[in-house]
């Protein structure tokens, strides 16, 4: 069974950095595409950020530099490392790992899904 999990989420306040992590089983994703999403209330979800084999990187505009995705394929797991939050990141944000390397910003374009972590980001 594939799974995948968030963790890392929590309450900070702006300016402060949080890093989540999202650990996969059942299968091994070295060599999917993953990505992370986020959907705060009232609003679709958007895709924050994408990372191919290990190296190849995408970024939402929004991210300015502050967020960066990384992998540890040995460990099967995916980091999203976020430094100066905003409220306006306040949000759930979800993991996902998905087969085409062409399309990473799409979330139908992803296959497998985490539960979410909520990131609160107070002023």
């Known amino acids: 069974q594939v799974q995948l999990v968030e963790s890392g989420g929590g309450l900070v306040q702006a300016g402060d950095s949080l890093r989540l992590s999202c650990a996969a089983s059942g299968r091994t994703f070295s060599s999917y595409p993953m990505g992370w999403f986020r959907q705060a209330p009232g609003k679709e979800r958007e895709f924050v950020a994408a990372i191919r084999w290990s190296t190849v990187t995408d970024y939402a505009g929004f991210v300015r530099g502050r967020f960066t995705i990384s992998r540890d394929n040995a460990k099967n797991t995916m980091y999203l490392q976020m430094n100066s939050l905003q409220p306006e990141d306040t949000a759930v944000y979800y993991c996902?790992?998905?087969?085409?390397?062409?399309?990473?910003?799409?979330?139908?374009?992803?296959?497998?899904w985490g539960q979410g972590t909520q990131v609160t980001v107070s002023s």
């Open positions: 996902a790992a998905g087969r085409n390397f062409a399309v990473v910003r799409d979330a139908n374009e992803y296959t497998y």
